[in-house]
Nanobody, 122 residues
Framework: QLQASGGGLVQAGGSLYLSCAASERTFGVRAMGWFRQAPGKEREAVATIGWSGGSTDYADSVKGRFTISRDNAKNTVYLQMNSLKPEDTAVHYC?????????????????WGQGTQVTVSS
């Protein structure tokens, strides 16, 4: 129902562009977000965006480096990741929920993508 793509291997300081397309079956999806989970760590919020795209929220660790955006006509959310660091290495998941405003709480999201691996080498 959510299909993420765009992960890969990049050197520190490089950039990646993630995309997540929601199928028509994800009825009622409003807020969308990106989360990530590194080995041995809990899943954490990276960035979230509200239905209109005017409200966004970011983890402190990615502020100024990552930008979340969406195209509602395409049912797609994006994550532009710049100045990548080795600590950004993780499986990145996109998520969709029914709230209109963004939330960094993963339990507020009903739909999850399969995850895409982001690996940043030093």
């Amino acid at each position: 129902q959510l299909q993420a793509s765009g992960g890969g291997l990049v050197q520190a300081g490089g950039s990646l562009y993630l995309s997540c397309a929601a199928s028509e079956r994800t009825f009622g999806v409003r807020a969308m977000g990106w989360f990530r989970q590194a080995p041995g760590k809990e899943r954490e919020a990276v960035a979230t965006i509200g239905w209109s795209g005017g409200s966004t929220d970011y983890a402190d660790s990615v502020k100024g480096r990552f930008t979340i955006s969406r195209d509602n006509a395409k049912n797609t959310v994006y994550l532009q990741m710049n100045s990548l660091k080795p600590e950004d290495t993780a499986v990145h998941y996109c998520a969709g929920g029914s709230r209109l405003i963004p939330t960094m709480n993963p339990y507020e999201y009903d739909y999850w993508g399969q995850g895409t691996q982001v690996t940043v080498s030093s």
